[in-house]
């Protein structure tokens, strides 16, 4: 069974410019969550889907960021217009069964994002 | 202001010694806490956890104790063994909340 799958690994960008990032979570798994970790702080959650709504978006930092997950399946994560602030890695996870408190959430392996 | 606190960036083991990571918290209202394991260039995974209710959890060699009056858990790893080398972060979470307030991990280091 493949795991969560993030495109792509690291991205380097302007300012100023857009950047997309992809989440494709374990098949079946309905909940998908989008954290960041900026550099040498702690892992913070953005936001939470059930298939494709939107469940705790209350994480994001701002509206440059947007969060899609059309069709429940696969997610992006656009940020437009990137700042030097943004840069980090992003880290999807999936989980069958909703609630923070089972343990049984997966993880990506990330993308990193570089923001010059 | 952070929730879950680390404050070792890293610790240094000796292989077979007892590893044992520490964390703090401040919100009254978590009553979940897990601990997660990274390597480099890969995702956190799941370590261990323990519900509020319960003060001891026990997985093979990982064990979290959790001291409610302290706000304070920790993890211990024995023996440890090079494998455990890996950055450990704490996180906690309230019943109905569908994210993980996390710290901002310590790097366990396993020397031979």
């Known amino acids: 069974e493949a795991g969560v799958t993030q495109f792509p690994s690291h991205s380097v960008i302007e300012k100023g410019q857009t950047v997309t990032l992809r989440c494709d979570p374990i098949s079946g798994h309905d909940n998908l969550y989008w954290y960041r970790r900026v550099m040498g702080k702690e892992i913070k959650f953005l936001l939470h889907?059930?298939?494709?709504?939107?469940?705790?978006e209350s994480g994001m930092p701002n509206n440059r960021f947007l969060a899609e997950r059309t069709g429940g399946t696969y997610s992006t994560l656009k940020v437009q217009p990137a700042e030097l602030e943004d840069s980090g890695v992003y880290f999807c996870a999936s989980s069958r069964i909703r609630g923070a408190n089972t343990g049984e959430l997966f993880f990506g392996e990330g993308s990193r994002l570089t923001v010059l | 202001d952070q929730q879950v606190k680390q404050n070792s960036p890293s610790l240094s083991v000796q292989e077979g010694r007892i590893s044992i990571l520490n964390c703090d918290y401040t919100n009254s209202m978590f009553d979940y806490f897990l601990w997660y394991k990274k390597y480099p260039a890969e995702g956190p995974t799941f370590l261990i956890s323990i519900s509020s209710i319960k003060d001891k959890n026990e997985d093979g060699r990982f064990t979290v104790f959790l001291n409610k009056s302290a706000k304070h858990l920790s993890l211990h790893i024995v023996p440890s063994q090079p494998g455990d080398s890996a950055v450990y972060f704490c996180a906690a979470t309230r019943g109905g909340a569908d994210g993980l307030t996390f710290g901002k991990g310590t790097h366990l280091i396993i020397q031979p």
């Open positions: 889907f059930v298939k494709e709504s939107k469940q705790d």
